[in-house]
Nanobody, 119 residues
Framework: QVQLVESGVGLVQAGGSLRLSCAASGSTFSIDVMGWYRQAPGKQRELVAAISSGGRTNYDDPVKGRFTISRDNAKNTVYLQMNSLKPEDTDVYYC?????????????WGQGTQVTVSS
């Protein structure tokens, strides 16, 4: 089992910056990919950015050049640095971790943290 605890709830003006953190605990040695998703009311949860245990990153197109995902494996923590924020970035952001055990991949989620960008 893996537990994910997010921090960094924020209200920021457009053009501002915010950093989200997500600390993992439990069976952290088995975590493969960690990432951030976001979800607006009535919409599907969408990938924002992900980072592998080796440091490879992947970003959704709308955030490329503005958001940076990083990971501290020693602290079992993943970060999302969000710059040049736009009102359309307003969403609930969820931390995610995937764990592979044999042929099966397990997904774990944080509780979600609200990010609000005012215009």
């Amino acid at each position: 089992q893996v537990q994910l605890v997010e921090s960094g709830v924020g209200l920021v003006q457009a053009g501002g910056s915010l950093r989200l953190s997500c600390a993992a605990s439990g069976s952290t040695f088995s975590i493969d990919v960690m990432g951030w998703y976001r979800q607006a009311p009535g919409k599907q949860r969408e990938l924002v950015a992900a980072i592998s245990s080796g440091g490879r990153t992947n970003y959704d197109d709308p955030v490329k050049g503005r958001f940076t995902i990083s990971r501290d494996n020693a602290k079992n923590t993943v970060y999302l640095q969000m710059n040049s924020l736009k009102p359309e970035d307003t969403d609930v952001y969820y931390c995610h971790a995937s764990v592979k055990r044999g042929w099966v991949t397990y997904d774990y989620w944080g509780q979600g943290t609200q990010v609000t960008v005012s215009s």
